[in-house]
């Protein structure tokens, strides 16, 4: 049976991907800067024999032809870059790049993606159909990564029927998967806003235009746009996170910066809100004397799992792993850039457990002391090769 011989291979490669992992973990590149990353995954698909190309600078497109190529067309995704995060985990393969680190997983994404190719190839005359293996930078930073590979044709020639991807989860356990049909993630946009006025003294705050009480007037006020106009059965989270201005006690500054994050699970709310946050801020600013400028960056949209897909894909899990060990995964207001492909063609984002408590190994994802157990690399490469031979045939 083809499962059996996904899940011998997976167990026979999980130290040599395990390993790749560690190499992956110990040279983070932030995003749109994966060039040595980019570089190992080409030079490991070249080792399997799998064609490839690169796209968007540092993506790399790999292509496996199965029996019948044409008779059907999967794609599987894995992203590449890490956070501008300082590592404070004290292993082997901690990171070696002061400031950066694979603090959401991604390292662990491109290592099951890896795995399931080289697996996937070596049964190619297992399955019918042909796989495309998509290794995207830029999930982390808008406008993502997926939005540039989608530009240059990833989803073309050939056109994949269906997309998958994973994401590590430090909630879940370790031998656990957790699927979700529908609406699974939320939009996600950035919010930069600067006021200005001459500034001056402390003392005379009548002469000028408050940066910093403007700015907290407008903190409390932006929370409201949330809280008496969003239908409160649809979840949306408005967080101003940097506040900039000012540098010393007495100095009134004249300039404020402000930056943010607004998330929705309703796209026609979404760009409501907006309107509603530039309506009021430049009121609020300009009624109390200062000048505003504000700059919403619209970033990655809803991530939409296609309910017949992921029903597929859950059956093929449950048949995997044992129906005990696959969930339901929350819903969350995290955002993924998985969402423009979820927006093209049907898509399954799922979660793979990485958590063990006996080890400590509970920390969340975008913290300095993330890690996984790496024992969920062998499961995730053997299941991601199960539903690219499996799923639609």
Not at 166 to 192: C, N, Q, T
Request: glycine share 10%; net charge negative; charged share 20%.
């Amino acid at each position: 049976m083809l499962e059996q011989k996904i899940k011998a291979l997976a167990k026979a490669y999980s130290a040599e991907f395990i390993s790749v992992r560690h190499h992956l973990h110990a040279h983070p590149e932030l995003s749109y800067k994966e060039f040595e990353t980019s570089k190992f995954v080409q030079s490991k698909l070249a080792s399997f024999g799998i064609p490839f190309e690169v796209k968007a600078t540092t993506g790399v497109v790999g292509i496996i032809e199965g029996k019948n190529p044409g008779s059907r067309v999967i794609a599987l995704r894995a992203d590449m870059d890490a956070l501008p995060i300082q590592e404070e985990n004290e292993t082997d393969y901690r990171s070696q790049n002061a400031g950066v680190m694979h603090a959401c997983g991604h390292d662990v994404h491109t290592t099951i993606l890896l795995g399931a190719s080289k697996i996937l190839n070596e049964l190619k005359q297992e399955w019918e159909g042909t796989i495309k293996l998509i290794f995207q930078p830029g999930e982390e930073r808008n406008p993502g990564g997926a939005s540039y590979l989608i530009k240059e044709g990833v989803l073309e020639n050939p056109v994949p029927k269906a997309i998958f991807g994973l994401h590590v989860h430090p909630g879940l356990d370790l031998g656990k998967l957790s699927f979700r049909k529908g609406r699974v993630m939320a939009s996600a946009d950035e919010i930069y806003i600067t006021i200005r006025s001459k500034g001056g003294h402390a003392a005379t705050p009548h002469l000028t235009a408050d940066t910093v009480l403007i700015a907290s007037n407008l903190i409390v006020s932006l929370q409201q746009i949330i809280s008496r106009n969003n239908n409160p059965t649809s979840p949306s989270v408005l967080s101003i996170c940097s506040i900039q201005g000012g540098h010393t006690t007495n100095v009134i500054p004249s300039e404020v910066k402000l930056m943010g994050t607004f998330r929705a699970m309703d796209e026609t709310w979404r760009y409501k809100a907006h309107e509603l946050i530039r309506k009021l801020a430049t009121g609020l600013v300009e009624g109390m004397g200062a000048e505003l400028d504000l700059h919403i960056d619209v970033g990655y949209p809803t991530v939409d799992n296609d309910p017949a897909l992921t029903d597929t894909a859950w059956q093929l899990a449950e048949q995997y792993m044992g129906k005990e060990n696959v969930l339901e995964t929350e819903m969350r207001m995290g955002a993924e850039d998985f969402g423009y492909y979820t927006q093209i063609i049907p898509g399954c984002f799922y979660r793979i457990g990485v958590r063990n408590e006996a080890k400590g190994i509970v920390h969340n994802v975008h913290t300095p002391k993330f890690d996984i157990d790496e024992r969920a690399i062998e499961t995730g490469m053997g299941m991601m090769a199960w539903l690219g031979s499996s799923a639609g045939a």
